[in-house]
């Protein structure tokens, strides 16, 4: 279970923790079985082999301030936001707790509670915009409950990063209500009250009345949506209205999910849904050229070689087939080709960041390349132009840390500029220069031979 008793959270495990604690040389430790908690020995193990670094006095600020607020309004957790104030914020005011709000991949995005809280844990970085995921600071409870997928609880010296010891924390993961995607997470933090017994059940409750409070909105929308005047399908996305873009966008998010899958994961109005390889490169190439494309035009991109349009026009039938089940409104026009609602790719927001210079979103909204087995002409295009500007950008304006992380994607194995980046960058006395050491010397003897 991922919740402490009185006595889990009491001088026994703080012991253990603590003991282990004094183990730990640059990402390693032994630990006396049953000292440590099992899901805090593995997480333990994560933070190791992520190489997150227990000394660090702070998270990284991975969203800057003029970034947060456009993705705070944009985002899906944005709705539900008055439920987690009235249940959990306004009660933490007076008593000695924060409650924090973090998006999918661990970065908070909304910090409130105890106002002299809130200032003490400013010094270890426990505000909107940091990165609290596991890969980056080790065992917390927003980052590891993410990891996990359930609700958990993190004591004192349990956690990895030592600035962290004094303060406690329960966090559960925030569902998306239809698909069940995780949308972000929920956390309380403070001292010995953050992880009593009744605090797990209290953030469980509130993301429950949350989750239920999102579904009924998404339903009252849908109502909303169906009486309104049918509109023309051929109405181009670029003349819609920007607040139906952005009611739709928070309540439901159309997306599609093309980095580092061979089959695209689509997301329309709440309900998910795995295509075909073919279909999800015709969604691709449709969403990049939101004013459509002719079937001349489309097969070109789709087909290597001469494309054929009678191919292609079977493809559509079967394609609309599949759209039609999981939201009629979002079957592609025709003469030309084109998308009737705003559907936006992750590879899309990869490279919006990337034109507004926030790299390290970026690269955290980056899974691996676009479609990697595609061999679609288009696809081949969008793939090397979105992985080549997020290297041209890591490497401008890249920290070590950045660099490094690039440095573990698929593409980036043989890189040998990235590492050299990287090396110039790691202060001498850090412990991760050796594996890239390491891995240039492999890197070496393979060009040689």
Not at 220 to 243: E, G, I, V
Not at 275 to 287: D, G, M, P, T, V
Request: hydrophobic share 40%; charged share 25%.
């Amino acid at each position: 279970m991922g919740n402490l008793t009185q006595d889990d959270g009491g001088l026994p495990l703080q012991r253990a923790a603590l003991a282990a604690h004094e183990q730990l040389d640059g990402g390693g430790f032994s630990d006396t079985p049953g000292a440590l908690r099992k899901l805090i020995r593995e997480s333990w193990q994560r933070s190791a082999s992520f190489k997150a670094n227990p000394d660090n006095p702070a998270a990284p600020l991975a969203i800057d301030r003029d970034e947060l607020e456009d993705y705070r309004r944009q985002h899906p957790l944005a709705t539900i936001m008055p439920v987690i104030n009235k249940l959990l914020v306004q009660p933490s005011h007076d008593s000695g707790l924060l409650v924090a709000v973090g998006d999918e991949v661990g970065r908070l995005l909304w910090v409130e509670g105890d106002p002299a809280l809130q200032r003490r844990a400013e010094g270890m970085m426990f505000v909107p915009g940091a990165d609290w995921s596991e890969a980056t600071v080790g065992t917390s409870a927003p980052g590891t409950a993410l990891a996990l997928g359930r609700g958990i609880q993190i004591a004192g010296a349990e956690h990895y990063q030592r600035a962290v010891h004094a303060w406690s924390c329960t966090a559960v993961p925030f569902h998306d209500p239809d698909s069940g995607a995780v949308l972000g997470v929920v956390d309380i933090t403070g001292k010995a009250t953050a992880v009593a017994p009744h605090t797990l059940s209290l953030v469980e409750a509130t993301v429950a009345a949350a989750q239920a409070q999102l579904r009924v909105e998404r339903l009252q929308h849908a109502a909303q949506l169906a009486t309104r005047p049918a509109r023309r399908r051929s109405q181009s996305t670029a003349s819609r209205s920007p607040d139906e873009t952005t009611r739709d966008g928070s309540l439901y998010r159309n997306s599609m999910q093309l980095l580092g899958r061979d089959q695209a994961l689509l997301s329309l109005r709440g309900r998910t849904v795995a295509l075909s390889a073919r279909h999800s490169e015709i969604l691709a190439l449709l969403s990049t050229h939101p004013d459509g494309l002719s079937a001349e035009e489309l097969s070109l991109l789709l087909y290597p070689g001469d494309g054929s349009t009678i191919t292609l026009r079977a493809e559509m039938v079967r394609l609309r087939k599949v759209l039609q089940q999981l939201a009629p409104d979002a079957v592609p026009n025709s003469r030309p080709y084109r998308l009737p609602l705003d559907l936006v790719p992750d590879s899309a927001q990869v490279l919006s960041c990337l034109q507004r210079g926030a790299h390290r979103i970026a690269l955290e909204i980056y899974r691996g390349a676009v479609l990697p087995r595609s061999e679609a002409p288009g696809v081949i295009e969008l793939r090397n132009k979105v992985s080549s500007l997020l290297r041209e950008a890591v490497m401008t304006d890249g920290s070590a840390e950045s660099l490094l992380r690039y440095a573990e994607l698929p593409e980036a194995k043989n890189d040998v500029g990235v590492r050299r980046a990287a090396l110039r960058l790691l202060p001498a006395r850090s412990p991760r220069r050796a594996a890239v050491v390491a891995d240039l010397e492999r890197l070496e003897v393979e060009l040689r031979a």
